[in-house]
């Protein structure tokens, strides 16, 4: 069975796809990975980026051409650091949806993928996209705002609630934080002060830590009793985190971040990447 990690990245060429492509290689040189950047034909899209097409006859042309420059620059730039292959696909049809079946089809490992940020996340532009993606996927996913630029996370922050998954799902983030000498802030989230969610913690860190051969690991037990997605995004400020990491295996948690508007409450996370892991 061919265990190469996959790293799928789409993209509709705007700046913030662009900078998920940076994100991908940077992980791609780390992971020793096969990225390949994907491409769904959108006549909307296009008509942005050549408004002068305007029967669409060139925009396969168009495409390949864009897509043949950025392989060769991620090549280029990649491959001698470790970056196994860069190869690049184009499909017809729904974004999302298509997204998703090639994800499937390859059996990736990860998927980056870009945003724009709380002013765009409306519908038709890649930020609302992402927030499906997010939501469908069942594949891990980084989500890259567009004025974040890669540099190697000095700490990532994993927000928990200590399901039984965790164990497994901390592993991926100890390996990622190896690449990096990054620390690891593991942050149980409480919607109380209450005795008892110091003592489930304590517990919890106990059960935890053999899991986890790493010596950069800090256990937090933090209170938010209102907006948790608010909580984490003040946590990441103060903590000078460069990452959020959750698990959604279990939507329970991942529901209590993100619930009601998605794409909304991801807009909080503008300034750092979002992993978002779906199978511990």
Not at 99 to 112: C, F, P, R
Not at 152 to 176: G, M, N, T
């Amino acid at each position: 069975m061919d265990q190469t990690f996959k790293i799928l990245c789409p993209t509709d060429f705007s700046e913030c796809s662009l900078n998920a492509i940076e994100y991908a290689t940077r992980l791609g040189e780390k992971y020793k990975a096969d990225l390949i950047l994907f491409h769904v034909l959108n006549r909307e899209d296009y008509q942005k980026l050549s408004p002068s097409d305007t029967d669409g006859k060139h925009q396969m042309d168009f495409v390949l051409e864009k897509l043949q420059n950025l392989q060769k620059a991620v090549n280029k730039e990649g491959i001698n650091k470790g970056l196994r292959s860069c190869t690049s696909v184009v499909r017809e049809g729904n974004i999302v949806k298509e997204t998703l079946n090639y994800a499937t089809e390859i059996n990736t490992s990860l998927i980056v993928v870009g945003t724009e940020g709380v002013n765009d996340f409306r519908e038709n532009i890649i930020g609302s996209r992402a927030s499906r993606i997010v939501e469908q996927s069942q594949w891990d996913i980084l989500v890259v705002p567009r004025k974040v630029f890669f540099k190697a996370p000095r700490k990532l922050v994993y927000a928990s609630d200590y399901l039984e998954e965790d164990k497994i799902a901390i592993q991926k983030v100890v390996e990622f934080a190896r690449f990096f000498d990054s620390e690891i802030d593991i942050v149980h989230v409480s919607g109380t002060h209450k005795a008892l969610d110091k003592s489930l913690h304590e517990t919890m860190v106990e059960e935890i830590e053999p899991f986890i051969k790493y010596d950069k690991v800090n256990f937090v037990l933090k209170s938010f009793r209102d907006d948790i997605a608010l909580g984490l995004e003040n946590y990441l400020q103060t903590a000078k985190g460069d990452m959020l990491v959750t698990l959604s295996e279990k939507k329970s948690f991942f529901d209590q971040i993100f619930s009601k508007s998605l794409s909304k409450k991801m807009a909080y996370f503008i300034n750092k990447p979002l992993w978002v892991i779906k199978s511990a």
